[in-house]
């Protein structure tokens, strides 16, 4: 008997992180592939939840999330960002960013309608637009600089458009866009009336003086956005996977409708702790961004000491390397996969988070790692450098 399942699905390889995280496992290497820190995350959030665990209940929370939850996120967005969101219709609780995503896709994208996207695209947005019936259109970003223009949005937009997904800090570009890219993506939404769904889960990982911007703060955006943050980067514990979606009600609520049905809810006690987290001192965040900075300084002058053209990282976990501006004429996948079989350091290339005719020069690196792995690391990408 032959089965026919779902194309999206059966069409899909498996996604690059686990692929590479894999084979990293496999050759003993040094993993600066998938993003994830290796460091435990703050002592006191991770107490609060152990706590919880035990003291608190560990039934069903509240679907859209524990209140205590979702006041942390209305009050940190005010302290932040000055954003005025109202807990109880503007804020629901996800199991990560990833759920989030997929349920403000699943609830805004109808069959037949047009999703922008612009790539290099964080790889689950594709399919998740695709599963429920919906058109990705892609837009271009081109390195060096992966500007947002408002003629390359006017290119892709039709009668059919509906949304946008825009990953600000961008993940893998790690850039920040500028006010002026901001605006133009805003005025572009205003004008044609597109909803976007905003993935900021890198919102605190911003370096040397920077500061995030949520589209939401802009002009006539704060009826058509859908905000997306993640525990995991907040508080660099990337397997908890608590998300948040902030959005006006009426999105917000829409929302709320797949939520219940993908996975309803999500454990109490890693909510417990991420409220906690939440109010922690703005030191805390401070020192947390201080910390990766220096993490990426030391990854990218250890890199550039070894021949290798480092593209500047403005935000995320990560820097990228142009292979080619390296001296290296060969395809990043080609590159990342010598790197890990013959030189034990895993990296991810940048043509993974292409539709099509991928940019194949680009290979990225995550520096959220100690200074003993990050050395490790340098040392095995000069010798992957000698191979070629
Ligand atoms: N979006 C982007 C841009 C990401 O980089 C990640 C993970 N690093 C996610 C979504 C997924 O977040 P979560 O682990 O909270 O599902
Ligand atoms: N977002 C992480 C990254 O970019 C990976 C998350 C995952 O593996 N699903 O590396």
């Not at 003291?55 to 960002?81: C, I, K, T, W």
């Not at 969101?85 to 199991?95: A, H, I």
């Not at 850039?175 to 004008?191: M, T």
Request: overall charge neutral; charged content about 20%; proline content about 6%.
């Amino acid at each position: 008997m032959t089965r026919s399942f779902n194309p999206v699905f059966a069409s899909l390889p498996t996604t690059i992180f686990t692929v590479m995280s894999g084979l990293s496992v496999e050759h003993g290497a040094i993993n600066l592939g998938q993003g994830f820190p290796d460091n435990e995350g703050p002592d006191d959030v991770r107490a609060r939840a152990a706590d919880a665990l035990m003291a608190g209940s560990n039934q069903y929370p509240p679907m859209l999330g524990l209140p205590e939850l979702r006041q942390a996120v209305a009050d940190h967005y005010r302290r932040f960002h000055g954003l005025e969101l109202d807990w109880k219709s503007q804020v629901l609780v996800t199991s990560g960013a990833t759920e989030a995503l997929a349920a403000a896709i699943m609830a805004l994208v109808a069959p037949g309608d047009e999703a922008v996207l612009l790539e290099p695209a964080y790889d689950c947005y594709a399919p998740q637009v695709r599963a429920v019936g919906g058109t990705p259109r892609f837009v271009r970003l081109e390195p060096p600089q992966r500007r947002i223009t408002t003629e390359a949005l006017e290119a892709v937009t039709g009668p059919k458009t509906k949304l946008i997904v825009f990953n600000n800090p961008q993940n893998p570009a790690a850039r920040v866009y500028s006010p002026e890219e901001l605006k133009v993506l805003a005025d572009w939404c205003v004008r044609h009336d597109v909803v976007a769904v905003c993935d900021e889960v890198w919102e605190h990982l911003v370096f040397d003086g920077r500061r995030h911007t949520p589209l939401m703060s802009l002009a006539g955006m704060a009826e058509r956005c859908v905000k997306i943050g993640s525990a995991g980067k907040i508080f660099s514990l990337t397997g908890w996977k608590v998300g948040f979606v902030c959005a006006a009600p009426e999105l917000a609520a829409i929302v709320g409708k797949a939520h219940q049905f993908l996975t309803f809810t999500t454990a109490p006690n890693l909510q417990t702790g991420v409220a906690y987290g939440l109010g922690k001192a703005d030191s805390y965040f401070q020192d947390m961004r201080a910390y990766y900075a220096r993490s990426r300084d030391r990854l990218t002058d250890g890199l550039k000491a070894e021949g290798f053209a480092v593209i500047p990282s403005e935000g995320t976990y990560f820097v990228n390397v142009d292979l080619a501006a390296s001296g290296l004429n060969i395809d990043d996948a080609a590159f990342c996969l010598r790197a890990v079989k013959e030189a034990g350091v895993a990296a991810i290339p940048v043509s993974a988070f292409y539709e099509s005719d991928p940019v194949r020069n680009v290979v990225r690196l995550c520096f959220a790692k100690r200074d003993q792995t990050i050395d490790a690391g340098i040392e095995r990408l000069a010798k992957a450098r000698r191979l070629f």
